[in-house]
């Protein structure tokens, strides 16, 4: 009896797009057609809120919060938008009468609580796609609208910042089966960002929120890739706004592309690779102005062998704090004692250089250090430096000391001082600070001297 192969025929896509890319109507034109022209590859489509609607629905609450209630900015963006897409959503209308009534709910009580704000800004997400499944239902692409729940996106309770339970990898699967399989063909359009508790209160997933709903749906759902549309041709070897030279890079992988936005990139937030990880799911970056593109695949491993150095990113304007102890260093847990009082202060820390007698570690500007500093004071001498910036290699750490050689190579020749370096707890990163004013060249001489 010959041997007969299983051929997998259920094909699936997850498609995720960013709240510029629905900005306007325009734009939700624009979507729309690329969704239309992938529609046989069984799209899944993940939205954020249309443009600022999240900022003006946190306006909205404030003013709220002062006793007025005023709906204008979000009502006039959505309502405008409808007429000119030439599409009746009474969906939406309901939507801006509930977001009325909790704005009222709100005004009255001059407060406004985590669990309420997740519930404020959820109206952004769920108006979004109610919109995008209309225009595509009205000009012949079958497309249904889904709050995140219907799908079966359940999360902890930590308003603002939850995370997903594990009842989404069955309950995802469940909900899209028919779809997937061809039992349904309406185009699944989806709500980023939020999901629901078990007692069914909504909830928001926090940074990154809409990237890993696609990664969640992808994973789950066994799909084909994950697509995350952007304005450029995928991953960059840099940003190119500054190094007009930066090319696409063909692939990536998850532990580069999470170092990336670790240091500054927008690519996915790295909370976000955890479940397409697990799966081994394929993203792909693409450019929503050139479809053509390939784009840029997120992997495990590189196919075709590890490149020396895969881009250059860099997070601008952190703070140096430098902590020398001569008396204390080689004490049993003073190190320990520093990170407590990082704990206790809830700060976090970015890269991180030890000596014999001093620990030199950046952190966020913004970052409140008063109450920080004054308890590190009290174990060492404590300086405090403004305006620097982490340049970071993505790169084959294997490789460092030609990279590094090639790097300070022609950095020297431009007269440009490295004062700190980080190297070591990841084998594809290099980090190092510079002044903040010297960053762009910084960037511009190291690509010219690897690329």
Not at 183 to 211: Q, W
């Amino acid at each position: 009896m010959p041997l007969v192969l299983s051929i997998r025929n259920e094909y699936m896509i997850v498609m995720k797009f960013g709240g510029s890319s629905v900005a306007n109507a325009e734009r939700i034109k624009h979507v729309a057609s690329i969704i239309k022209s992938f529609s046989s590859r069984r799209p899944v489509v993940v939205l954020s809120a249309m443009g600022d609607t999240t900022d003006h629905l946190l306006d909205a609450a404030d003013l709220a919060v002062q006793g007025t209630v005023d709906i204008a900015k979000v009502e006039k963006l959505h309502l405008d938008t409808a007429k000119e897409l030439g599409i009746q959503v009474p969906a939406i209308q309901e939507l801006l009468g509930e977001l009325k009534t909790l704005l009222t709910g709100i005004s009255m009580l001059h407060e406004l609580t985590k669990r309420t704000r997740d519930y404020l800004v959820s109206f952004g997400e769920r108006m979004s796609v109610r919109m995008m499944a209309a225009y595509l239902s009205q000009n012949g692409t079958q497309a249904k609208f889904y709050d995140a729940w219907d799908i079966g996106m359940v999360s902890d309770s930590n308003y603002m910042s939850a995370e997903l339970l594990d009842d989404v990898w069955e309950n995802i699967p469940k909900a899209l089966d028919a779809y997937k399989s061809g039992k349904t063909g309406e185009i699944p359009i989806v709500t980023g960002f939020i999901a629901k508790d078990k007692n069914g209160i909504i909830t928001t997933l926090g940074r990154g929120g809409s990237d890993l709903s696609a990664t969640m749906i992808g994973a789950a759902m066994d799909a084909e890739e994950i697509q995350t549309w952007k304005d450029v041709d995928g991953i960059l070897t840099t940003d190119p706004r500054v190094v007009k030279e930066a090319r696409p890079v063909p692939e990536v992988t998850y532990e580069e592309a999470q170092e990336l936005a670790m240091f500054g990139s927008q690519v996915l937030h790295p909370r976000s690779m955890i479940p397409c990880r697990k799966t081994g799911t394929t993203v792909r970056v693409k450019n929503s102005y050139n479809i053509e593109s390939p784009g840029t695949v997120i992997v495990e491993k590189h196919t075709n062998g590890t490149p020396r150095v895969t881009a250059i990113t860099c997070v601008k304007d952190v703070t140096l704090i430098d902590i020398q102890s001569s008396g204390m260093f080689g004490a049993a847990g003073f190190l320990a004692h520093i990170f407590n009082q990082f704990l206790k202060w809830n700060i976090s820390i970015d890269v991180i250089a030890t000596s014999e007698v001093s620990v030199s570690l950046t952190v966020n500007t913004k970052a409140k250090l008063d109450g920080l500093i004054q308890d590190l004071e009290r174990v060492a001498d404590v300086s405090v430096k403004t305006s620097k910036s982490i340049v970071t290699l993505i790169c084959d750490a294997s490789h460092s000391s030609s990279i590094l050689a090639d790097a300070f190579s022609a950095l020297t020749k431009e007269g440009i001082n490295v004062q700190m370096i980080s190297q070591g707890a990841s084998k594809v990163n290099i980090s190092m600070l510079v002044d903040t004013g010297e960053t762009n060249r910084v960037v511009q001489i190291l690509h010219s001297a690897l690329f």
